[in-house]
């Protein structure tokens, strides 16, 4: 199993980023796809999930009406769209995949936002 993420990087306030995480190894269409983040000497956060069809997504109240989860099924892909960032969403973000109540995480991507 490998879940690979990418997209992270350095922008300022107000802009936006757009991760992926690449998945092989197990039955992507039919597993539950999560972001989470983290910073230094806190817990693992959840962002953001999406069910196996991709429907009812939901967020962390902090990151709602600015980050959108969305996969692709036929290319065993998930994304997160990020929008207005803002300092304190500043974090390690990682992917998860829960399949057959098996919980996958992927190495994770750093986003910096500063200005």
């Known amino acids: 199993v490998q879940l690979v993420e990418s997209g992270g990087g350095l922008v300022q306030p107000g802009g936006s980023l757009r991760l992926s995480c690449a998945a092989s190894?197990?039955?992507?269409?039919?597993?539950?796809m999560s972001w989470y983040r983290q910073t230094p000497g806190k817990e693992r956060e959840l962002v953001a999930r999406?069910?196996?069809?991709?429907?009812?997504?939901n967020y962390a109240d902090s990151v709602q009406g600015r980050f959108t989860i969305s996969r692709n099924n036929a290319e065993n892909t998930v994304f997160l769209q990020m929008n207005s960032l803002k300092p304190e969403d500043t974090a390690v973000y990682y992917c998860?995949?829960?399949?057959?109540?098996?919980?996958?995480w992927g190495q994770g991507t750093q986003v910096t936002v500063s200005s």
């Open positions: 190894g197990f039955t992507f269409s039919r597993s539950v």
């Open positions: 999406i069910t196996s069809g991709g429907g009812s997504p």
């Open positions: 998860n995949a829960i399949n057959r109540l098996r919980s996958y």
